[in-house]
């Protein structure tokens, strides 16, 4: 039985809340670009949407330098070596700072090349081209912000993150009403607005985060000395643990890419309440991330200052509190799946697919609560390879061949989809669990 314990909670808590919060920002704002793009033409939609995916999946892969990076800026701060974790500090930023120019470059040169190979429609290609461009200039932006938000979660405070991304969705919101429609004198730009608003809102988060950490956070600044001041040892350290994190990104956003290009095989009504139980069901998955982040920023916290004992108090402690949230959300899932699907579409039989779907999610979500805030401790403890090589055995032995057996074998329905993902979800959590068990996290020395 968990009991209450004010100290310990008290930590969890204070950093859990403004990082779900943070997730509430970007969803709330992910809802209202879709409503704005969805007023433009079919071509404007698919183009957007095309190149936001390309954007978010290659950018996401990039930044895992930021999971290094706060698995080494905590462990430092528990051991109070304050100046082994500015140095990390601006050693990940200076990667992520290369990291994004390269990508930045790449992004422009390239937008055409990738769009010809994915669509045939000529007018995707080029609306989506030209939204791709102009958003990958704000990599130079994005990749950076990303990193320095996981160097401040890591010293404990993530209002700063949340306050950062609340400034740049807002900001995102209000630019894509005014350049997406041509409002108040400016000119309508369609589907470039809606780019050229999100790279701007990317420049303004990045200079938020920036700003705080040449400041201080908690004693951590960001200082001229460590920028692109490279090391062999603690760059390999660095490396070593980010890549196999940039690793586990590429192979669940690859597989959950390739299940939607499956899924769309079984018709329109049926990917479109996949679509929709989906996006349902990503609300419910906040609490988790936020937990998973509070965990990963103290138990590396803790094992810096050796205490074993209290890592493993956060760790057990966020798996309950997050496992209880999603909890109560499936049930919500499981009861009242209709009405819940019901606030997303007015289309009865895509509601009445999504709404058989999302029940079956219910089960999800405590599996899926533990397995998001066990992969935090570990990463946060410098386990990276750990969840890596979960998430591969889970998406390659089981995720992957049940919906291909599902949608081209006995031509199920999404409700045996959702069933085989619960069976994954299921799998990953028990895994995880086992490997934090075993305690191999316990003995990483990655100061």
């Known amino acids: 039985m968990i009991l209450i314990d004010k100290k ?24 209202a670009d879709t409503a704005m793009v969805g007023r433009l033409t079919a071509a404007d939609i698919a183009g957007v949407n095309l190149g936001a995916q390309i954007m978010f999946n290659i950018s996401s892969i ?71 461009r102009i958003v990958f200039t704000g990599a130079f932006f994005l990749i950076p912000m990303i990193i320095s938000s996981s160097i401040i979660r890591a010293t404990g405070n993530t209002v700063i993150p949340m306050i950062a991304a609340i400034a740049t969705n807002v900001t995102n919101i209000v630019g894509d009403y005014v350049l997406i429609f041509g409002k108040f004198g400016f000119p309508q730009l369609k589907a470039n607005g809606a780019a050229i608003a999100t790279a701007g809102s990317q420049a303004i988060g990045f200079i938020i985060c920036i700003v705080y950490l040449i ?13 692109f001041c490279f090391r062999k040892e603690p760059l390999k350290v660095l490396v070593g643990l980010s890549t196999p994190a940039g690793m586990q990104t590429f192979m669940n956003e ?10 769309a095989q079984l018709g329109t009504i049926p990917f479109a309440a996949n679509s929709l139980a989906v996006a349902a069901e990503s609300l419910s998955f906040m609490p988790g991330s936020g937990f998973a982040v509070a965990a990963a920023s103290l138990v590396g916290q803790s094992l810096g200052a050796g205490d074993h004992e209290m890592a493993e108090k956060v760790a057990k402690r966020s798996v309950f ?7 109560i959300v499936g049930m919500a899932f499981f009861f009242f799946p209709y009405a819940i699907m019901s606030l997303f579409s007015t289309d009865k039989a895509s509601v009445l697919e999504a709404s058989k779907a999302i ?34 055995v889970t998406n390659i032995l089981f995720r992957l061949p049940l919906i291909f057996a599902i949608v081209f ?3 199920g329905s999404i409700s045996h989809v959702w069933a ?19 305690g191999h996290w316990r003995r990483i020395d990655i100061r």
């Open 8 to 31: 310990v909670d008290g930590k969890i808590f204070a950093l859990a809340i403004p990082a779900i919060g943070e997730m509430m920002s970007h969803t709330l704002v992910w809802t």
């Open 62 to 132: 990039m930044a895992a330098i930021g999971v290094g990076a706060t698995a080494l800026v905590a462990r430092n701060i528990g051991a109070n070596d304050k100046e082994r974790a500015e140095y990390i500090a601006g050693l990940a930023l200076s990667i992520g700072i290369i990291i994004a120019i390269i990508l930045g470059i790449t992004g422009i040169l390239f937008a055409k090349s990738i769009f010809t190979v994915i669509v045939d429609d000529s007018d995707v290609i080029r609306i989506g081209t030209s939204y791709t």
């Open 215 to 227: 400041k201080g956070v908690n004693g951590i600044k960001l200082r001229r000395k460590n920028m």
């Open 254 to 263: 690859g597989s959950r890419l390739l299940s939607s290009f499956w899924i």
């Open 321 to 327: 509190y997050a496992a209880l949230l999603m909890g």
């Open 359 to 392: 029940r079956i999610g219910a089960f999800e979500q405590v599996p899926i609560a533990i397995g998001m805030v066990m992969s935090g401790a570990l990463k946060g403890a410098g386990d990276t390879n750990g969840p890596f090589r979960i998430s591969l």
């Open 409 to 411: 074998l006995i031509k």
């Open 420 to 438: 085989a993902t619960a069976v994954q979800y299921g799998v990953e959590a028990t895994l995880m669990v086992i490997r934090y068990r075993r």
